[in-house]
């Protein structure tokens, strides 16, 4: 994984997002690959792998009062804050800035300010395309997940039909940003399109991953790896559940109070 570089102090008063740029790459009409947590985790897992496969460097950040108030203490010794992530790739010919992440924020207002942070910053790098990745639930297995698509573009929408997509069968509502940044790219002058995968809503879902992942190999003409994918399911579904113990945690703390003290190890806030 690309080493991150050293990060500059956030503004005192930290009242909304801040979007701290470590290096500017040159960008020539970059597509922006979105892979934040939702069902199935597809879309992470996706990115995740992306920024393996094509060996991607970081080059900004953005930290928000929008997301949790939690940390990771990492076994390392290590505190890791949640942040979004932006790095640069090329897949094929094409520039690539994946947007990766380990969570979301928590309100609507916030959702719709870190979207419009994360678009206007990609609008200043000459950004033209927003691809948004997320699974849509089947409840059950299915062999060979279908990919949904719809755009903000025509033109657009054809492509990323002839590279496997397919039109929903009827209307369905995407919940977060990854329906939010492909849908407003349309007010900043860019293009925007979701992939929705078929995936059974399991905690880490490698082969809706796998898929998105073939698609976006064919709309890029770029070759990229899919072998690490099974253990990066295991290893996200691990973080996932440590998440959410610490959350349950710090719930169980704010109910039960001094009792709780002394008979819960549980993390610090």
């Not at 992530?85 to 520039?95: I, L, Q, S, T, V």
């Not at 950004?127 to 639930?137: E, P």
């Not at 069968?169 to 407003?184: D, Y």
């Not at 995936?199 to 073939?214: E, K, V, Y």
């Amino acid at each position: 994984m690309p080493k991150a570089a050293k990060i500059p102090p956030l503004d005192p008063t930290f009242s909304s997002s801040e979007l701290q740029v470590l290096s500017k790459p040159k960008l020539t009409k970059p597509a922006l690959v979105v892979g934040l947590p939702g069902i199935g985790l597809v879309s992470k897992l996706a990115a995740d792998n992306l920024v393996k496969s094509l060996d991607a460097r970081l080059f900004a950040r953005l930290f928000s009062p929008h997301f949790p108030n939690q940390v990771l203490a990492l076994k390392s010794g290590k505190l890791r804050v949640f942040s979004i992530k932006f790095y640069h790739a090329k897949a094929g010919e094409r520039d690539l800035v994946i947007l990766r992440g380990d969570l979301q924020p928590l309100t609507v207002e916030g959702q719709y300010e870190v979207t419009a942070r994360v678009l206007n910053f990609f609008k200043s790098l000459g950004g033209t395309q927003v691809i948004a990745m997320a699974g849509f639930a089947t409840n059950k297995k299915v062999e060979k997940p279908r990919i949904f698509v719809s755009s903000t573009s025509k033109n657009f929408l054809k492509q990323v039909l002839s590279s496997g997509a397919a039109l929903t069968e009827q209307p369905v509502p995407v919940v977060g940003m990854a329906g939010m940044l492909p849908a407003l790219s349309k007010l900043y002058g860019l293009s925007g399109a979701c992939l929705l995968v078929e995936t059974p809503g399991m905690i880490a879902d490698a082969q809706g991953a796998s898929h998105l992942t073939a698609l976006l190999s064919k709309l890029f003409g770029a070759k990229i790896n899919v072998s690490s994918l099974d253990k990066r399911a295991k290893k996200a579904a691990a973080m996932f559940e440590q998440m959410e113990k610490q959350a349950q945690a710090a719930a169980d703390s704010s109910l039960t109070g001094a009792k709780a003290d002394r008979d819960v190890m549980r993390y610090i806030h």
